[in-house]
């Protein structure tokens, strides 16, 4: 461990030898991949879920919370350490955690938590700063995963969803009880693809779910890095691995990554799949492969399932949160649900997220603390997940290292105005070429503008005015009325790109 990071946890150990218990548990609920718009309380027109609205209902929630760089571990090194990629070492899935410098897990276990992780972890190395881990390995798998218990594998029979809820419940009961917790409780689903549990295969079945209205797009405005990805439901979905259609033995990789998921099944759970996903093909007879109506249907397939991981979800925040009341923990316990970025459901064609556009980009937040924070609706603040952790250690009463890059939510959550809270945000994203494919590129968001510049085999701008086209179909970079706003919005992106020490930005 570096000296540095020694010294400032001996210190915080010190001021803290005497564990107030007074200090609030924190329960960290987040899902991977779970765009607003699949969250009811969020004004969702595709499900219900009831248990993950009871959290902002009794709290608050963010409707401008977004990440600082759309992808899986990434975003998770950013909410552990409160700083960007540059600076935490995480720029994409590739790369692993450093798991020796200073994150929320570790401040707050020597300040005296109990501390755990539970269920998806994503970050290749072993996690630091917990008393107690079981993670799943990498993606992990939807049905009987492995998991990964403080170094020792086992598989457990049944559905990820559930078993992480159970794995964590089981950690509660169990826990020190003469220490405050802090529980990061983090799903796999809704992550691609989006394998439901047996009882919710016929969820949904009854109807068509609603396409958006820019499901056709053809791009036409923007640069080449929205043409050029590979993310559109309609060409980029694997068959079988992600339509759940006939596996072809003839395609090597679809049929490999769906055998590698089919083979964990029991026979109970082979024959209840079969069974519906066999009277779903038979729906194929007559649609044409690269014609509107497959693209529609794959749609249908692939949203469809995608809620069926959702509903799991909700159901066991449900559990969770029946847990903390029948226990007399509600009060005293901060519940956040996030997730780790935002993802696309069909908008612009799209599955996946990576893009600074808006539907990748939000990431839902919605907080309850029935001892400390009032219920009060919605906040439109432009909040970031490096907000994260100095919000826990101010709530724990410890002081937030000079290093973390994100400001404490307190007094937003408090109901009083932060005269000092931001009003742009600064977004980076870094892996290209890889899965998707998706153009590095980097930019500024406001409450009305966003600009974005692609780079790397690219050199290209798009401006967006999100007032007049929240949908983000119309560039307007190269239209001459825009220049000052243009110039405008540059010397701000230079200011939070010199003010977050961003080295990595082509100069």
Known sequence: MKKSVLLYLILIQIGCSAVDNEKPNIL?????????????????SLIQTPNIDRIANEGVRFDNCFCTNGICAPSRAAILTGKYSHKNGVRDNRQDFDGSQITVS??????????????????????????????????????????????????????????????????????????????????????????PAIRHLMLFDDKDLPVPDNFFDDYTSRSDAARQQEMEIGRHTYPAFDLKFTPDPGDSTDYAFWESQYQRFTPA??????????????????????????????????????????????????????????????????????????????????????????????????????GGIPAQGSDSHLVLNIDFAPTLLDYAGLDIPPDMQGQSLHRLLSGYPDPDWRNEIYYHYYEYPGWHMVKKHYGIRTNRYKLIHFYHDIDAWELFDLRKDPSEMHNIYNQGENELLIDSLKSKLDQLITAYGDTTVPR
Request: contains cysteine.
């Open 28 to 44: 960290f609920i987040m899902s991977d991949d779970h765009a607003t718009k699949a969250i009811s309380v969020y004004g969702s």
């Open 106 to 195: 570790k401040l707050l276990q020597s300040a005296g938590y109990t501390t755990a992780i539970i269920g998806k972890w994503h970050l290749k190395s072993d996690p630091t700063g917990f008393d107690y881990w079981n993670i799943l390995p990498g993606q992990g798998s939807y049905y009987n995963p492995d998991m990964i218990e403080l170094g020792k594998k086992q598989r457990y029979e049944g559905y990820v969803t559930d078993i992480i809820t159970d794995q964590a419940l089981n950690w509660l009961e169990n826990r020190d009880r003469s220490k405050p917790f802090l529980l990061l409780y983090q799903h796999k689903a809704p992550h691609r693809n989006w394998m």
């Open 269 to 370: 759970q082979k024959s209840a799949w079969d069974e519906y996903y066999t009277s779903e093909n038979r729906k194929l007879t007559g649609l044409k492969p690269d014609s509107p109506e497959m693209k529609i249907y794959k749609y249908q397939r692939y949203i469809k399932d995608y809620l069926r991981c959702v509903a799991a979800i909700d159901e066991n925040v449900g559990r969770m949160l029946d847990y903390l009341e029948k226990n007399d923990l509600r009060e005293n316990t901060i519940v956040i649900y996030t997730s780790d970025q935002g993802f696309f459901l069909g908008e612009h064609g799209w599955f996946d997220k990576r893009f600074m556009y808006e539907e990748a980009l939000r990431m839902p937040l919605m907080i309850r603390y029935p």
